[in-house]
Each structure stands twice: as structure tokens, then as C-alpha cells.
């Protein structure tokens, strides 16, 4: 069952179009993504949601509730959406203590004392702050603040929780701790969430789907391993992990297997290109850590096999990377167990037919 139903929203701001009919679905309970570079409109989107911008066009339910649709002229006003937000700035008021920040919002629904303080308890446990209700914003860490953050957006049980960038302010190693924990307090409450992010890899580790956006409008939605392993057009193949997208041209019909024959350079390269003609020109991506090196030299017609030239090798301590040419297009080749070299050495690369997708 769906919980949030987003469709057909659009918005303009002047001449510019932030948001270009956009429609998604989120299933109860998952973790939906929007993942785009900036300026595509992830925070436009999520605003309408939210109620902090008014849409010019398109509806959105919570359930079954419409809470906002330009041809019925419905706009509830946020607090009326039972929606919790967290934002990339945790915007803490530093003059109240961490328990008094987490109790904002239900004092301002008017709710009991009592009932008060064991929600906000709750919600501290919730986020591991647990006994931390007296200290004020500034005598916590980035971490810590962001999780009252959390607790805050959570303590009033919303039906939708909407994330825009939390983990951004935080450093490296705290922000990858953060997103696991951020994962499993969303499985743990079963909270519908929305969340943006121009980071692939957060989007990869959190998201029960992924929404590529570009532009305003939506390239690509799926889960994160078919977005990753089957990207829809050359944007979301760049845009999503690194992608060579290698110029190649259709040399005949389908296998008995089903695998097409493609010229890259010299190479034949055998993939699945349902509904390719003879001659057409095609672009194909290959994931840099699907090309596997063969340390012999092979015949002559073996296939799925690259010539290459290293032009660079840098070493990424788990990690080689190689930049080679391969029959005059650039590649990039990721190993883990690749010995170092020099350029201008040759080097034969395997691809499996899986792993080669042609994309439009
Ligand atoms: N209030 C506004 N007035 C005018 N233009 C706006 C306004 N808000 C957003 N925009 C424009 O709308 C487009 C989408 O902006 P939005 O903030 O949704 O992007 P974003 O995907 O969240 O980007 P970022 O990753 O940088 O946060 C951008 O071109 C932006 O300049
Ligand atoms: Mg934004």
C-alpha cells in the first residue's frame, strides 16, 4: 500500500522550471530517495510535501489523504500534515536544553505535561541520547545534534518523515556511521521517509528506492542495485558510480544465446541489445570494476576481450586505478588485486556480456 503518493507536481519559480511533473509513489514503511545533482529540485520537491511551497500543478495524498492539489485548490498548511522534517542545518535553538528542543512541537499541539516528557524520553532513547535531556545544543557533538535533530522530527509519531541532506554537515567518517544508524532507526519505527541526497553512495546504503532526478524531472527510479546495474540513459550511468561509456557500432544479428556482436576498435563485444540493427551506432557502459585483467596474451578472435594502453595508474590503497586507452577511447579500470604499472604497457581486459549494457 502506498503512503505517499506524489503526482504529476510541478513548480516554476520566474522562467526557470524547478520541478517538472514529477510522480512517485513511497510504500508504507519504505525509504524512498531523491538523489540529483544540484540544483535538479530535490528540495523543491520535497518543500511541496512538506508545505513550504505552494505547487503549480499536481497533487499529494498521505495515504488517503489529499493534502495538496492545485485543481481542487487543497493546500493544508504544514502543521496540518502530520509530516516530520529534519534539514541539513539541524537548526537547534542553542538557548534550550536538547529535551526542551524535542518538546517544541508537541507544546505547541498543546499536549499534557506528562504525556510530554515520557514522548520526548522516548524519542531521546530512540536516538541513543538517553540521560543527554539536560545538556544544552552547543555541549553535544555534530552527531549528537543531528540525532536531536531526529528525535525532534520523530517525537510527534508524523506520518511521513522528510529528510533533506541531514548527514551533510557531518564529517566523513561520522557521516558513514550515521547513515547505518539513520537506516536502522527508519527500519526500527517503520517510518515512510523521503530523502534527499547528491551523495550515491548514502543513497545506495539507505534507500529501499532510488529516484534519479536531473533537471526537475525523474531519469531513472528503481532500487539501488538496478539503478547501479542497469542505468536507463548516459546520465544516470555517470551520474550514479563511474561509468565508460564506449562508442561501438552493431555488427550483425543475435546469437543463438541471445548476445549481439559489437565493434569497439579492434574488439568484438558480445552483450544483450534487444532490437539493435547491423551499423547502428551504439553507446555501451562498462563499470571500471567489471574489467578483469587476463595475464595471457589471447587469440586472435577471442571476444569481450580490450586491448589497452595504461596512460595512468594511481594507487587508492584498496583500490588500483588505471586509466588506459583502449583502440582511442579513454577507460577506467578499478582492481584490487592489480599490480602496479607502467605507462604505455599493454594490457588485455575481460568483460563479461553482463556486465556490458548499451544505453541511449
Ligand atoms: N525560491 C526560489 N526562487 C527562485 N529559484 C529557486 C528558488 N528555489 C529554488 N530555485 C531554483 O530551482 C531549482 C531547483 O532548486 P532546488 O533547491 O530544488 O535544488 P536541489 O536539487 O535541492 O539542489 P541542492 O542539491 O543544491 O540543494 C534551481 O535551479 C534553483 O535555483
Ligand atoms: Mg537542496
Request: aromatic content about 6%; overall charge negative.
Amino acid at each position: 500500500m502506498q503512503n505517499v503518493r506524489v503526482d504529476n507536481l510541478l513548480k516554476r519559480f520566474g522562467d526557470v522550471t524547478a520541478v517538472a511533473g514529477v510522480s512517485f509513489d513511497v510504500p508504507k514503511g519504505e525509504l524512498l530517495t531523491l538523489l540529483g545533482p544540484s540544483g535538479c529540485g530535490k528540495t523543491t520537491t520535497l518543500n511541496m510535501i512538506a508545505g513550504f511551497e505552494d505547487p503549480d500543478g499536481g497533487d499529494v495524498y498521505v495515504g488517503d489523504r489529499l493534502i495538496s492539489s492545485s485543481l481542487e485548490k487543497v493546500l493544508l498548511p504544514p502543521h496540518e500534515r502530520n509530516l516530520g522534517m529534519v534539514f541539513q542545518s539541524y537548526g537547534l535553538w542553542p538557548h534550550l536544553k536538547v529535551s526542551e528542543n524535542v518538546a517544541f512541537g508537541l507544546q505547541m499541539r498543546k499536549e499534557n505535561k506528562n504525556q510530554i516528557s515520557a514522548a520526548v524520553e522516548k524519542a531521546l532513547d530512540l536516538v541513543r541520547l538517553t540521560g543527554l535531556g539536560d545538556r544544552y545544543p552547543s555541549q553535544l557533538s555534530g552527531g549528537q545534534q543531528q540525532r536531536v535533530a531526529f528525535a525532534r522530527a520523530l517525537v510527534y509519531e508524523p506520518d511521513v518523515l522528510l529528510l533533506d541532506e541531514p548527514l551533510s554537515n557531518l564529517d566523513a567518517a561520522l557521516r558513514e556511521e550515521m547513515r547505518l544508524e539513520l537506516k536502522d532507526l527508519q527500519t526500527k519505527t517503520g517510518i515512510t521517509t523521503i530523502f534527499v541526497t547528491h551523495d550515491q553512495v548514502e543513497a545506495m546504503v539507505m534507500s529501499d528506492t532510488i529516484i534519479v532526478m536531473n533537471n526537475g524531472h525523474i531519469e531513472q527510479m528503481g532500487p539501488p542495485h538496478e539503478v547501479y546495474q542497469n542505468p536507463a540513459n548516459q546520465f544516470v550511468a555517470g551520474f550514479v558510480g563511474i561509468s565508460n561509456l564506449l562508442s561501438a557500432e552493431v555488427l550483425g544479428v543475435a546469437r543463438s544465446d541471445g548476445l549481439t556482436p559489437m565493434k569497439l576498435g579492434g574488439a568484438t563485444i558480445f552483450c544483450d541489445a534487444v532490437g539493435a540493427k547491423k551499423g547502428q551506432k551504439v553507446t555501451l557502459s562498462v563499470r571500471p570494476e567489471d574489467l578483469v585483467m587476463i595475464s595471457q596474451k589471447p587469440k586472435k578472435n577471442d571476444p569481450n576481450i580490450l586491448q589497452c594502453t595504461i596512460e595512468k595508474s594511481v594507487y587508492m590503497g584498496g583500490m588500483l586505478e588505471l586509466w588506459a586507452d583502449a583502440y582511442g577511447q579513454q577507460i577506467r579500470i578499478h582492481g584490487h588485486r592489480l599490480p602496479p604499472f607502467s605507462e604505455d604497457e599493454t594490457v588485455f581486459m575481460k568483460i563479461d556480456p553482463v556486465s556490458v549494457k548499451v544505453i541511449n
